[in-house]
């Protein structure tokens, strides 16, 4: 048996501790293999559910179910071939078993600190392959040299010593999936925090995927409701669609991205909010309001927040991506949000500056767009022949003093099928959510909207376009004639419809109402301040006296002239009472 005689440690990596008589079986087999003592330390881990994985230096005992399986398999088909009664012998052979061991490379710390260590001896090793160091801290390659390999640590790395040797796994780093971790908030590395006990995962997914190809997919066509009127009625987003949500600090995205998860309630979407370098205490809040609206029944959480390590800021977005994928291959609809990409790239910009990567563009290395793409690529609307089903991408981006002209921003602006842009200007007059109607857009989205929807829409982007524009104009002027200032009234109405508060969304044919409303012009007469009143109030009549028509807009194909006039005649009805 060839091993390294230095070694006298062994590592298992099983989900559950070995009892002290397992533990005793292992040290006397590897004393029996290798001739001398050898310890074992076990490493708790989730990859080989059911069965375990023994390293010994290059040598690993392979009892994982593939493992076993593979090489039954071999002895399996060697006996069927050469004995006519093969039960018997089958037994025997699954009771007399012995793994038999793979060789493997070691390697040697050459340097380590900031989360990054060097590794020297590893000729073989690839782009993203998992090693383990001391103690079972694990790695991951990021950079591959002539003689030495890059790698970025994913836990503390106190223990690691130059010089300790480093064993490759054949393992690219990746993350246990399963339906089990809807409902619950875990690290990237797959392991809950939410103290609600340990997660049963299905299967074990590699964070780095291809994107499914152009077979694979097909045209997005089936909205993604917001519950969000400004963003429904103009910048509509249909499952499989990337929208980027932008904007300076503080003005709304993370609230948008939270409304969106809030209103898929009953809708049989999957949602996944990856937090990336965001305070641990913003999450523990933001899990409560979820959990207080019922959202988390169908919400996972992947949190890496500010205090984690670069690398595991870094893997983040990946990870809840191959979460996701777990539930599409399933044929199911998921909605994703990073939250947000501006610090991934500040991760990943430090990450390769440690590598000594040379810097570019504000210091971020060269590859930054390929950072995001192959992230963003990965959302999509699988064709029925893929199960159908589809991922919904709402990455969110910091801008600095609304520049979307940034490195980071402008690389994802051209990433994705449009963007909502919130400015800090309408978020501090009160129009929130505070979407700049002009930068924003949707570039598949209309194909997706409902054609209800679409009708009531109509010309809403253009009154408001030209609202903007009178404004400028009438600013300083006293005394307008009669159909400006009516212009103006529409357009100022039409912008305070739009407002709306937080975690309050409308269903699909409470927005239709609001729009036939606001753009058949019924909110002229009423004063601004009194407008988002007065909506509630028409919405609540029309639950109360006209169910009906809620029912008709969602069962028609497209809005006749006759509902929509119906429409307008029981608004008017109520705000003639009203008076
Ligand atoms: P950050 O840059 O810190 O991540 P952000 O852009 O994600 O900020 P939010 O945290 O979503 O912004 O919102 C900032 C504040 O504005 C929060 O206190 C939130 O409650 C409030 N807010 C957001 N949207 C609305 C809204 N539609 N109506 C009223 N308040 C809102
Ligand atoms: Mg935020």
Known sequence: MSNYNNISKAYLYAEKEPTAAQMEGFVKFLSGKYEREISVQWVKSR???????????????????????????????YLAKHSDDVIPLMKETVHSWTPSAIAREVGTVLTVGDGIATVEGLENATYGEILIFTDGIRGMVMELRRDEVGCILFSEESPILEGSSV???GKTAGIPVGDNFVGRVINPLGEPIDERGPIEAKEYYSIEHPAPGIIA?????????????????????????????????QTGKTAIALDTITNQKGKDVICIYVAIGQKASSIAQMVNNLRNKGAMDYTIIVNASASDA?????????????????????????????????KHAIAYRSLSLLLDRSPGREAYPGDVFYLHSRLLERAAQLSDEYGGGSITALPIVETQAGD?????????ISITDGQIFLESGLFFEGQRPAVNVGLSVSRVGGDAQTKAMKKATGTLRLDLAQFREMEVFTQFSSDLDDSTKNQ?????????????KQYSPYSGAEEVILLVCALGRLFIPIPEKEINKVSEEILNYFKKNRPDLSDRING??????ELRKEIIDTASEYLAKRK
């Open 310 to 342: 670069a690398p595991i800021q870094y893997i983040a977005p990946y990870a809840g991506c191959s979460l996701a994928e777990y539930f599409m291959n399933n044929g199911q609809d998921v909605l994703i949000i990073y939250d947000d990409l501006s």
């Open 488 to 500: 103006l009234l529409y357009g100022k109405g039409l912008m305070r419809v739009l407002r709306q």
């Open 167 to 169: 064993y490759r796994t």
């Open 556 to 561: 028609s194909d497209t809005l006749s002239d």
């Open 217 to 249: 997919r097909q045209s997005v066509n089936r909205p993604l409701e917001t519950g969000i009127l400004a963003i429904d009625s103009m910048f509509p987003i249909g499952r499989g669609q990337r929208e980027l949500i932008i904007g300076d600090r």
């Open 404 to 412: 979307v002209s940034a490195y980071i921003p402008t690389n994802i």
């Open 47 to 77: 990859e080989f559910p059911g069965g375990f994985r023994l390293e010994v230096g290059n040598d690993v005992y392979d009892w994982s179910k593939e493992g076993k399986f593979e090489q039954l398999r071999e002895k399996l088909s």
